[in-house]
């Protein structure tokens, strides 16, 4: 019987990539991935290995084109120890490897490369550090494998817990605060062993704690629950925006203004963050007589820009509309605002309505405001403020907008999500005053 030629390694790498784990492989890292993966060019096509950097020799553990590092044979230069100690296992931060003006490089040009992609040719200003004391908002999560309690953060590309007794990225107070309670919680939940999401947000008067995960309480666990949040003195304690508890409404300060968020409502990740984004919506915005501000959430632009102008504030969360006309009732001193919620994606402003203004702040989820930005582009508006938490629908808005006749004069990323490939883009638009047709 003739016996078959051996493998190829390409045929070898290819049947490796389809069935079986490669453990010991080592490669070289090419180049960095938009989610911050070292990548290497395989025979069986490119693998990301998180934790590495572009010109290093690395060991690796590999099922297809994931991989983990296994070790780092030859460094890269930009290397970095990492500051905390769960980096290694831990998904939550992306970049502790990397030295500081390396990590500000690469994520200016994702950023940049993105605009470039869109044909937006506005230079990328230098990025603005944003991090400040830290994240005032984690996300811890508790799962029940076994007959155990697991509480800490996913592990990189996992369902698998990595313990944590503190986390550095967070505020002070909330760093070693945060598993303390959701250990506490979890304790008090387990009976029902499902897998719950903790979310806590440190604000002036103690931390608002929101869980979900879990279904509806019996009677016995929601007043078990309250005994719990008077031990942990939490503000205020809910289930899926449910409020179990409210001990000291849990209030964030937005300007000279004093905001009670609805519970597990959007907030940004840090102080430094608000501050810096809502510092460059006011300037640019300046007196202009009327502002819309979308996707405005609780108003930290809004109840700022209610210093010098009048604003209208849409969102399509009722809850946090209504905190936000209480807090403009309870300061003193400001111009009017006016709330509405709408859906923005399905019912836009429409373009006689935005030609009421002066001036409009669009700050949308990742997804972006596609339809809103059309109806801006066929508007009379002179400044449009765009605020993204994605480069992509960022581009592509900005795209819309500038093709309805805007001029984007500045782009101005803002790293509030230090140690992750997430960045935060503020554009500035105008338009020249649009004649009036006879
Ligand atoms: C990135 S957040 C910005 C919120 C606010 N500007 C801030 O800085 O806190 C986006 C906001 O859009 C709201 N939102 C999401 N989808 C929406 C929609 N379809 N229509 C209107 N608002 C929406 C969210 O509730 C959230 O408050």
């Known amino acids: 019987m003739a016996s078959s030629p051996p493998p190829s390694r390409a045929e070898t790498a290819t ?21 911050a993966d070292g990548i290497a060019e395989t025979a069986s096509g490119p693998v990301f290995v998180p934790k ?41 931060c992306a970049t502790q490897h990397m ?10 040009e994702i950023l940049a490369r993105t605009l470039r992609q869109a044909r937006i040719e506005t230079p990328v200003e230098p990025m603005i550090d944003a991090h400040g004391d830290g994240r005032r908002r984690v996300t811890l ?57 903790i979310q806590i947000t440190n604000t002036r008067t103690g931390f ?8 509806p309480l019996k009677d016995s666990d929601r007043l078990s629950l309250i005994g719990l949040a008077e031990r942990l003195d939490l503000s205020r304690l809910s289930i899926h925006g449910d409020v179990i508890v409210e001990r000291r409404p849990p209030a964030i300060a937005m300007g000279r203004a004093s905001v009670v968020p609805p519970a597990g409502s959007f907030l940004q990740a840090t102080r430094l963050g608000e501050e810096t984004l809502a510092s460059f919506v006011t300037e640019a915005c300046g007196r202009a007589k009327r502002v819309a501000d979308l996707f405005s959430g609780s108003g930290p632009f809004a109840l700022r820009l209610a210093e010098k102008s009048e604003v209208h504030a849409v969102e399509h969360d009722q809850g946090s509309m209504t905190a936000l006309d209480k807090a403009f009732r309870a300061t003193p001193g400001l111009r009017r605002i006016t709330t509405e919620a709408r859906d923005l994606f399905r019912r836009p402003l429409l373009t006689p309505e935005l030609n009421a203004f002066d001036a409009v702040v669009l700050d949308p989820p990742r997804a972006g405001a596609e339809a809103q930005a059309k109806q801006l582009a066929a508007s009379k508006v002179p400044l449009v403020v765009s605020v993204s938490c994605d480069a992509a629908t960022f581009a592509r808005d900005t795209a819309i907008l500038t093709s309805g006749g805007y001029r984007l004069e500045r782009v101005i990323p803002v790293d509030q999500f230090k140690h992750s490939p997430h960045l935060e883009v503020i554009g500035i638009l105008r338009r020249d005053a649009v004649k009036k047709r006879r």
Request: proline share 7%; hydrophobic share 35%; with cysteine.
């Open 15 to 35: 049947a490796n990539f389809c069935w079986e784990p490669i453990v010991g492989e080592q490669v070289i890292i090419e180049r960095l991935g938009a989610k």
């Open 52 to 92: 590495t950097l572009p010109g290093e020799t690395v060991t690796i553990e590999r099922d297809g084109s994931r991989a983990d590092l296994i070790r780092v044979d030859a460094a890269s230069p930009e290397r970095e120890t990492p500051f905390c100690p769960y980096f290694d296992e831990c998904g939550g």
């Open 99 to 108: 030295k500081h003006g390396f990590y500000q490089a690469w994520k200016q």
């Open 141 to 197: 999560h508790v799962r029940f494998p076994d007959r155990s309690m697991h509480v800490g953060y996913m592990a990189a590309r996992s369902h698998r817990i990595v313990a944590i007794a503190f986390c550095p990225i967070a505020e002070p107070g909330l760093k070693e605060q945060a598993p303390v309670i959701a250990r506490a919680i979890g304790e008090h939940l387990k009976g029902a062993r499902k897998p719950l999401d």
């Open 208 to 215: 608002d704690v929101d869980v979900r995960g879990h279904g």
